[in-house]
């Protein structure tokens, strides 16, 4: 059992910055992939960034780039979003995801087992 829970979210104005968190718990033995998802109201679920582990290597989707950055901090137990630059676009649900299965579609939210219950990211025009 895994378990996964967000932190961070928040309101922003148009241009601001957040890092979101999530920390990891649990049997974590064997984690291949944690990424992060959003989804906003009458919309699909959305990749926006996954973290291969050890060594750490991310992917981004292309609506991230440049403005976001996943990592992973020295103990082990947290992985990050930087988010810059955000756009009202940006406001959604952020879920942390986990699997531990070999995936080839890392921002493919049915690559993942484990989900956290999200945190609220809300951008102002």
């Known amino acids: 059992q895994v378990q996964l829970v967000e932190s961070g979210g928040d309101s922003v104005q148009t241009g601001g910055s957040l890092r979101l968190s999530c920390t990891i718990s649990g049997d974590t033995d064997g984690i291949y992939v944690i990424a992060w998802f959003r989804q906003a109201p009458g919309k699909q679920r959305e990749g926006v960034a996954a973290?291969?582990?050890?060594?750490?290597?991310?992917s981004y989707a292309d609506s991230a780039k440049g403005r976001a950055t996943i990592s992973r901090d020295s103990n082990k137990n947290t992985v990050y979003l930087q988010m810059n630059s955000l756009k009202p676009e940006d406001t959604a649900m952020y879920y942390c995801?986990?699997?531990?299965?070999?995936?080839?579609?890392?921002?493919?939210?049915?690559?993942?087992?484990?989900w956290g219950q999200g945190t609220q990211v809300t951008v102002s025009s």
């Open positions: 995801a986990a699997t531990k299965r070999t995936i080839i579609h890392v921002l493919s939210n049915s690559s993942y087992h484990y």
């Open positions: 973290l291969y582990i050890d060594p750490d290597k991310p």
